[in-house]
């Protein structure tokens, strides 16, 4: 019963560090996404990936990388961390693009300083 | 850009009494879905309606869809403690599929 499983899920980053953020799904599902959700702002989605083997730019993308390891696991990357990076990162999976609902992990809480 | 935004951004009611909340969207879509989060967690998917569809029941929700007004509502019904969630709404553009979320209606519910 894991569904999509974050990795950590609090960091706190000084300005300039990297960060890798984990997730992993168990529901064989084929597309996987990255969004921050900010107060005030709902969720922004980061990059996705419709499949295994592609990953596509969302809404704010700028500052992060994504790696779409396998079917099962999709990174995102901060190369240097900002303080605007500060945010709630969830991840998510859906069985495909349209149609389809999509399930959440619990989120990384990210502090920068 | 954020296609569904959702109305009133925060309600508060006494349990027993229905819970309404609204959802506008600006372009044609596919689909738009209903999703609930409780505090510290991610985000439950609940209901997706079809833009050819016009209700769909789940226990005690009801979810509407007005194309020609480009809004959709939730009805949670005898409403409970535990009710208490931010609710999101989420549409695609149409075209892409890819689901935009609304900033959420944030839900208390007093026992």
């Known amino acids: 019963n894991a569904g999509v499983t974050q990795t950590p899920k609090f960091q706190v980053l000084k300005t300039g560090q990297s960060m890798t953020l984990q997730c992993a799904q168990d529901?064989?599902?084929?597309?996987m996404y990255w969004y921050r959700q900010d107060p005030g702002m709902g969720l922004r989605l980061i990059y996705y990936?419709?499949?295994?083997?592609?990953?596509d730019k969302g809404e704010v993308p700028n500052g992060y990388n994504v790696s779409r390891l396998n079917k099962r696991e999709f990174s995102l990357r901060l190369e240097s961390a900002a303080p605007s990076q500060t945010s709630v990162y969830f991840c998510?999976?859906?069985?495909?693009?349209?149609?389809?609902?999509?399930?959440f992990g619990d989120g990384t809480r990210l502090s920068i300083l | 850009s954020q296609q569904g935004e959702e109305d009133p951004q925060a309600l508060s009611i006494q349990e027993g009494e229905n819970a309404t909340m609204n959802c506008s969207y600006k372009?044609?879509?596919?689909?738009l879905q209903w999703y609930r989060q409780n505090s510290g967690r991610g985000l439950v998917h609940l209901i997706l309606i079809r833009s050819n569809e016009r209700e769909k029941h789940s226990g005690r929700l009801r979810v509407t869809l007005d194309t020609s007004k480009k809004s959709s509502s939730l009805l949670i019904t005898a409403s409970r403690a535990a009710d208490t969630a931010s609710y999101f709404c989420a549409t695609d553009d149409g075209g892409s599929y890819i689901p935009t979320f609304g900033r959420g209606t944030s839900l208390i519910v007093h026992p």
């Open positions: 990936s419709a499949s295994e083997g592609t990953t």
């Open positions: 529901m064989n599902h084929n597309s």
């Open positions: 998510a999976s859906a069985g495909g693009v349209g149609n389809q609902p999509q399930h």
């Open positions: 372009t044609s879509i596919n689909n």
